[in-house]
């Protein structure tokens, strides 16, 4: 299927424009330079009505490198460019290096796939430090939204060699844990101060890449297997991205004499599927929207109803699938202190 060409994330006409990805209710929320910042308001990595990751920054050797463009590749992949300049090597006699950066994130259920690539334009090999700044603060969706999130005394950061930190929050049964690791042992990674610190050797016309995988868990079970190989290698084929395209090439075809018109209802078909709630577990020809993103990926019965009587037009499906989700919602006794009459 044909994508449609518009693919910023970037709003110019907001004060701090952000960059949105998701898949269902798991979605990442940051800043125009793929940062998610101390101080970091609305943004964050969230799962489960959970701010799993309300800190996230990148440095070379301690300077925050700058972004020069930002591309949303689909709903739930996104990719920064960023450059560095003047970084200097350990020993200091290398000046005026400029090295860029390639952030590549993918999300599924309740995982974000991060690939970080370097490429340095000096003329000679350069050492440096690569670090990833993280907090924790797993505050409850809402609490971000009115900003009265507090602080919370019981976090826990376990950092556990060769290549896995682990935050964790726990309240009686309530458990949020979220873990990093590197998809191999071999990557040198070690923390210290907050941050994964990575160890460099770029050479000139050669990229130097990790892969970092973030579980975000609400149980103490077993933790998930990390992947055995990048997940860029697979998109595509996988089973979200083959579902949305499957639905996507289903949907009603308009060939006006505006392209831009046209350009318009692609992208109005890519941002309804992004709304799909595969939480729910619908079946890939029946499924439900959510309310909206990033706030309301929910079960929001006048919000999807609403949704799916518009999208009518390019698939009733959609509107056949909220109907029957609901429908399995619906009380069958009365329930005042929840407005649940049957």
């Known amino acids: 299927m044909r994508q449609a060409p518009w693919r910023t994330l970037i709003s110019s006409v907001h004060p701090n424009p952000t ?9 990442l929320v940051t800043d125009q330079a793929c940062s998610v910042p101390l101080e970091a308001g609305g943004r964050g990595l969230y ?5 799993f990751v309300s800190r996230h920054e990148l440095r070379i050797n ?13 709903y739930r992949h996104a990719r920064w460019h960023l450059i560095a300049d003047d970084v200097a090597g350990a020993a200091g006699d290398m000046r005026g290096a400029r090295v860029a950066v390639t952030v590549d994130r ?7 796939h991060e690939d970080l690539v370097l490429h340095t334009y000096g003329r000679t090999p350069l050492t440096l430090l690569l670090e990833v700044a ?9 609490e971000v939204r009115f900003k009265q999130w507090q602080r919370r005394a019981d976090l826990n950061t376990t950092w556990l060699g060769p290549n896995r930190l682990e935050a964790s929050y726990r309240r009686d049964d309530f458990v949020r844990r979220c873990v990093v690791r590197t998809l191999t042992d071999k990557a040198g990674v070690s923390y210290a101060n907050g941050s994964l610190r990575f160890p460099v050797e770029l050479i000139p016309g050669q990229d130097w890449r990790v892969c970092l995988q973030y579980d975000l868990l609400i149980s103490d079970g077993v933790l998930p297997d990390v992947a055995t190989r990048c997940e860029f290698e697979l998109e595509g084929q996988d089973e979200p991205q083959l579902q949305a395209r499957s639905w996507q090439s289903s949907v009603t075809r308009v060939k006006p004499a505006d392209v831009r018109l046209e350009f ?3 992208r109005a078909i890519e941002d309804l599927a992004a709304l799909r709630l595969h939480e729910l577990g619908d079946t890939s020809e029946h499924w439900m929207p959510a309310a909206g993103l990033p706030w ?3 079960l929001f019965g006048r919000d999807s109803l609403i949704a799916s009587m518009q999208a009518i037009m390019a698939d009733p499906s959609v509107a056949n699938g909220t109907l029957a989700s609901l429908a399995r919602w619906q009380a069958d006794h009365d329930h005042p202190v929840r407005t649940r009459p049957p």
């Not at 301690?62 to 689909?74: C, D």
């Not at 993280?134 to 809402?142: P, R, V």
Request: proline content about 2%; aromatic content about 12%; overall charge neutral.
């Open 296 to 298: 309301f990926m929910a």
């Open 47 to 51: 799962a489960a009505d959970t701010r």
């Open 62 to 74: 301690g300077k925050r490198p700058e972004s020069v463009a930002s591309v949303r590749l689909s």
């Open 134 to 142: 993280l907090e924790s603060d797993f505050a409850d969706l809402f």
């Open 19 to 27: 960059g949105k990805i998701n898949y269902g209710a798991t979605f």
């Open 264 to 266: 318009a209802y692609e």
């Open 106 to 112: 993918l999300l599924s259920s309740n995982r974000l």
